[in-house]
C-alpha cells in the first residue's frame, strides 16, 4: 500500500483545522458545576463542637454573590445565620459550653450528619457572571453534606466538602 505524503501546507491546514475544532467544542462546553466554599467539621473540646463555612467565589465569579440565609444542620439540629453576601467565613459552635446551650448538636458523642444549605437571595433560581465571561444559571438551592467515611462510624475531625452550585439547565 503506498504511503501518502502531504505536502507542508496541506499538513499545517490540518493541524490548523484540528485546533479550530477542539476550540469550537471548548468553547460550546458549558461549566456545569462551581465550587464556591467549603463545610468543614473543626471539632470537639472544651468550647463545644465547630463547624466552619467558607464561602468565595471570588476566583470563579465575577461579582460576589448574596444569599437570603445559609443554614447548618448537625444530627437534626439547625442554626441560621441569615442574610450574607460573600466572600465570609461563618463559624457555628454545637453543644452545651459553661451552661450555655447552642442550637446545634455536639459531636462530643460522634455525628453522622452535618450539612449547609444556602438559600437565594430572592428565594428562586439566580444567574450570575463567571470569570471568563460565561452566564452561569443555578438553582434557588445548593445543599452540601459531610457523611462518615468508609469504615468511619462518625463524621472526623477535620473532615470537610466543598460547597458546590450546579448550573440549573431548565432555569429560562
Same mark, same amino acid.
Request: net charge positive; aromatic share 8%; hydrophobic share 40%.
Given at each position: ?10 499538513? +499545517?491546514?490540518?493541524? #490548523?483545522?484540528?485546533? =479550530? ?7 460550546? !462546553?458549558?461549566?456545569? %458545576?462551581? &465550587? ?59 453543644? +452545651?459550653?459553661?451552661? #450555655?446551650?447552642?442550637? =446545634? ?7 453522622? !450528619?452535618?450539612?449547609? %444549605?444556602? &438559600? ?53
Amino acid at each position: 500500500m503506498p504511503t501518502i505524503r502531504l505536502s507542508s501546507f496541506a499538513r +499545517t491546514g490540518l493541524y #490548523t483545522a484540528a485546533i =479550530l475544532l477542539f476550540a469550537v467544542i471548548a468553547a460550546e !462546553a458549558k461549566t456545569n %458545576q462551581v &465550587i464556591i466554599g467549603s463545610l468543614t467539621y473543626l471539632g470537639t473540646n472544651d468550647a463545644g463542637s465547630a463547624f466552619r463555612v467558607v464561602l468565595d467565589p471570588s476566583m470563579i465569579a465575577s461579582q460576589p454573590l448574596s444569599f437570603s440565609n445559609v443554614t447548618v444542620f448537625v444530627d437534626g439540629t439547625n442554626q441560621s445565620a441569615g442574610p450574607i453576601t460573600t466572600p465570609t467565613t461563618l463559624l457555628f459552635i454545637g453543644g +452545651t459550653v459553661g451552661g #450555655t446551650v447552642y442550637p =446545634l448538636g455536639s459531636c462530643a458523642s460522634g455525628c453522622i !450528619a452535618i450539612s449547609v %444549605q444556602l &438559600i437565594s437571595d430572592d428565594g428562586g433560581p439566580f444567574t450570575f457572571t463567571l470569570s471568563n465571561g460565561e452566564e452561569f444559571k443555578t438553582f434557588a438551592i445548593a445543599t452540601a453534606a459531610l457523611q462518615p467515611r468508609p469504615g468511619q462510624k462518625s463524621i472526623q475531625p477535620q473532615q470537610s466538602v466543598p460547597i458546590v452550585l450546579k448550573r440549573n439547565p431548565s432555569f429560562k
